[in-house]
């Protein structure tokens, strides 16, 4: 199991008076001179602080984390905390029982992944039809049974270890005429002959996350899906993830959207010193599920929002329909709504895929600066790159033009293309600057950062850009470091801001 690194704050020591097990690791301090750790998991305060105190708390323990004990008589700067930290008032009965039962759901790392098309095994007795497309899914057509029967099975099993929890989830589409079930069977390493647990979830589970608690041996989990009736099923893609149960989605705090079509989108919101700017970060492409950016967003001190999501293989460049897009705006517009600020107050960034992410839901939030990493913007040219200027490079572009167009022909990839500049030439630029760095041999966009200065004809608008020579994945680390400094730049010049917090 996980250590577990609580910092109480106060000159009483809880622990003599709480059960602490073993893999909670307890530092009661008073003077907080004495917190030496970067960051704590868990943070209890019984007492007020002072505002050097707060500054002290606020690197270092994360937001969703504080547990207030209710006795405190709060004063302006333990509020201050509170409300940054997004505290939780409690009592000592109650945090004894948070101990006992959920206190090792705040560890440190989180972990996600999404199972591969490739380990999905289409059961040999079915006789219907079966495609293959991409990470789009695995589209059957025919007669499953009039009972419940394996139509299909993931061959690489999950580990599950001691003390662990881990949450499933299913894409899945299908006709009314199908019922399905999820079948998740639960060994013992070294030993499949040792079944630890059966557990089969409805389509009512289903509807929401699942998860199977391990509190056996370290092993693994075998899931297949079982169904009956006749008609379509498509299977989309199956997800795993170290589970934090109701505190959020990998981060404490973290919000997970899901829309009726089953398509997540994840926001973390850190209040931070809760002074302009809010920073919103746009995740990259990536395998990991999980939040992207923290540790760069976090050192900066100001409000943040992390942006990510897990669709086809590394993510789906967050475009949707009106009812996912409108997740991420209303998402945005929400955390300027709790800090009291506006748009000229909100900065949009991203790098790789996260760029067009910040590009596109710049359209419509007409930020006060988009800040971007090797920009992304012809998603249409993207795809078409893939047959001669990167051959097997990026096949997650291919899914992204049929996932939204249905096919490759050239009317889809020219749609994809206008589907972001259309807007994107709608769009009063006026009040928006643009910091940009890209790669001068781009193998993916070759013409993003051209077509941008090209597009733009609002007047007075701010253009900083930087070209780096080599292919889109050369050269990162230059590109990361020209982003931050550039992010630290106008935090100082626009806002006023002193320098990052590198402790």
Known sequence: MNKISVLQVGNEDLSLQLHIPDYVEWNNINDLKDATERSYDVCVLNRCINEKEARILLKKIRAYTLFLLDDVQVDQWTTWICTSRRAKIIDLDTLQKFIDTD????????????????????????????????????????????????????????????????DFWLEYEKDDSVSVQLKIEQFQTGLLSNLQNRLVFSEKDLNSLIYIENQKANGSVFVSLHAKGKGKLKIVGLHDRHSRKSYGSFLPGGIRKVTSKREEVFLYFDPGDMKPPLNVYFSGYKTKEGFEGYNIMRKMGAPFLLVAESRLEGGGFYLGDKEYEDYIVSGIQNCLNQLGFDRSQLILSGLSMGTFGALYNGCKLRPHAILLGKPLASLGDIAVNERISRPGGFPTSLDVLVKNYGDMSEKSIDALNHRFWDLFDQTDWSQTKFIVSYMLEDDYDMTAYDRLISHIDDIGVEIIGKGVHGRHNDDTYSIVAWFKNQYEGILKSDFGRGDLDEE
């Open 103 to 166: 206190i090792h759901l705040f560890f440190m790392h989180s972990y996600g992944e999404k199972f591969a098309p490739q380990a999905l095994s289409i059961s040999q007795y079915f006789k219907g039809k079966v495609f293959w497309n991409g990470f789009s899914g695995v589209e059957l057509e025919g007669e499953y049974g009039e009972d419940y029967f394996q139509i299909a099975c993931w061959r690489y099993n999950a580990p599950i270890q001691n003390g662990e929890t881990i």
